[in-house]
């Protein structure tokens, strides 16, 4: 170690057993971020570690605020921030955060974004509001549920697809929890009779969050849920969505197009976004001009120009995508196809030399082409413009640390539409899950198909095939649908039975 300033000795890094959440409860996380100095505990001893420009006056102050003799030392300043950061995460947001016991707290907003980490000294229900939002992040929720009933207020977390039941805090505090989360969104105080749509932002040390807000009037009350968009979230590759290996390169030649519609469909909450995201990633952004417009913007893209949609002053996906087409574009991203006006400029856009992405909501890849032609556009056009449809689900993976050695029974396999895999080795979730998972599992993956719009696929949408018709074609030419991707992934012990069967249904033919 050598000296950054004199007399005090420096460290590079700072180490996550020197962070002790117990040294830092009276010191405000503001404060600290101010002077960018921390007390961390180091060989049994209490160190302040600051940065090089940290004053002097400063360390004294600390130790004086802890009452304690303490070691200084130096570090960068990017390292003691996320120190910081990852101290005061530790000790916010605990897992069952004690509601307060009375209403009528100062429900004022402070700043455009709150920070969570920051939220010791806020007034209880606020307080209370910045804990079950840092709980849902610790636990990576991506929705909160905040239900009232006629004897109790429920708190649930949307985990890996699924709903659990927090701690819940007391029934009186109903309109004092909702009043904070409408200040924090913008909405109307007073207006409880009709729904109402806002977002709020919020910070966890260094990272924002978009936190949208829906708020609908029910019998009990107002039920209200967040939805958690991590602005700054780590995006994915096509590498990591879970395809089979020839569809990922089968999928990889689709990209390579230098026109045509790429779509994506499934259920709201399938992952379309993240797959239309990773399919963005992979093309040559600094020499193709790619703009998107989406409802909402959930993530920010480097060198990509994104457009947010908004209905109230008539930018719809329709109008905006008209305006794109006017901006030069290589390759456009249109978040939903919810009308024939959309899919109408998205087809004509595809036929005068674009790349186009979107999504659809439907079952399967061959119900996309039946959805679009029923919307109004022709047959011969979708079977020029179509490049491929990937359908896709999300399910739930097993847990490596507790799951189970079983055999397919003959009834699931036939609901995998497999009756041969009867008896084969598979692996299944432990009941009781174990301290690394929720009930056997852990994290997520998809489950897809590809429907490639080959020549014999083409002519097949020219002459308008019934949709079943269309996946016997395409099977011909390699296709394989979600059940025969689930069933491999059951076999390889990344999920089990029970869960491609919930997200994607048995088999019905």
């Given at each position: 170690m050598s000296g950054a300033l004199p007399g005090i000795p420096s460290l590079d890094r700072i180490e996550e057993e020197w962070l002790d959440p117990e040294l830092i409860e009276p010191v405000p996380v503001d404060w600290v971020r101010r002077r960018v100095l921390l007390p961390i505990r180091r060989d049994g001893r209490v160190v302040l570690a600051g940065s090089p420009d940290t004053p002097l006056q400063a360390y004294e102050d600390l130790a004086l605020l802890l009452g304690v003799e303490a070691d200084w030392v130096s570090a960068p300043a990017p390292e003691i921030q996320r120190a910081i950061?990852?101290?005061?995460f530790r000790r916010a947001g605990a897992p069952a955060p004690a509601a307060p016991d009375a209403a009528g707290e100062d429900l004022a907003p402070r700043r455009e974004t709150d920070d969570l980490l920051a939220g010791s000294a806020d007034a209880p229900v606020a307080h209370y509001v910045n804990l079950i939002l840092l709980e849902a992040v610790k636990r990576g929720a991506s929705d909160i549920h905040i239900e009232p009933f006629a004897s109790a207020l429920a708190v649930r977390y949307r985990i890996d697809g699924l709903l659990y039941e927090q701690p819940a805090p007391p029934r009186h505090l109903e309109s004092a929890l909702t009043a904070r989360l409408k200040v924090m969104a913008r909405l109307d105080l007073a207006e409880k009779r009709l729904p109402q749509d806002g977002v709020a932002r919020v910070r966890v040390g260094a990272k924002e969050i978009d936190v949208r807000v829906s708020s609908v009037p029910v019998a009990e009350g107002e039920r209200i849920v967040l939805r958690l968009l991590h602005r700054e979230s780590t995006r994915y590759t096509l590498n990591e969505l879970g395809m089979a290996p020839a569809m990922l390169e089968r999928f990889r030649a689709i990209l390579r197009e230098p026109h045509g519609i790429v779509l994506v469909t499934g259920p709201t909450g399938s992952g379309k976004t993240t797959t239309l995201y990773a399919a963005l990633g992979e093309l040559d952004t600094a020499h193709l001009n790619v703009l998107t417009i989406e409802d909402p913007i959930e993530y920010q893209l480097p060198n990509i120009g994104q457009?947010?949609?908004?209905?109230?002053?008539?930018?719809?996906?329709?109008?905006?995508?008209?305006h794109i087409l006017r901006q030069d574009p290589d390759v456009v991203l249109v978040g939903e196809t919810r009308d024939l006006e959309t899919a109408e400029i998205v087809?004509?856009?595809?036929?005068?030399?674009?790349?186009?992405?979107?999504?659809?909501?439907?079952?399967?890849?061959?119900?996309?082409?039946?959805?679009?032609?029923?919307?109004g556009i022709p047959p011969y056009l979708l079977a020029a413009a179509g490049r491929a449809v990937l359908a896709q689900r999300l399910v739930r993976r097993l847990c490596p640390a507790c799951r189970r050695e079983a055999a397919l029974t003959g009834r699931e396999a036939d609901w995998l539409g497999q009756p041969a895999l009867?008896?084969?080795?598979?692996?299944t979730a432990s009941p009781d899950g174990c301290s690394e998972c929720l009930g056997g599992y852990k994290g997520r993956t998809g489950i897809h198909e590809l429907l490639?719009?080959?020549?014999?696929?083409?002519?097949?949408?020219?002459?308008?095939?019934?949709?079943?018709?269309?996946?016997?074609?395409?099977?011909?030419?390699?296709?394989?649908?979600?059940?025969?991707?689930?069933?491999?992934?059951?076999?390889?012990?990344?999920?089990?039975?029970?869960?491609?069967?919930?997200?994607?249904?048995?088999?019905?033919?």
């Open positions: 950061d990852r101290c005061y457009i947010q949609v908004h209905p109230k002053i008539g930018l719809t996906f329709a109008r905006g995508l008209r087809v004509r856009a595809s036929l005068t030399g674009h790349l186009v992405f979107t999504t659809l909501h439907t079952n399967d890849a061959p119900g996309a082409v039946t959805r679009l032609v029923d919307m009867a008896g084969r080795p598979a692996w490639a719009v080959t020549p014999a696929v083409s002519e097949a949408i020219r002459s308008a095939v019934p949709s079943a018709e269309l996946r016997r074609l395409a099977a011909a030419d390699g296709f394989r649908d979600m059940l025969a991707d689930g069933a491999d992934k059951v076999l390889a012990g990344v999920t089990s039975v029970a869960e491609v069967l919930r997200s994607a249904g048995a088999r019905r033919d």
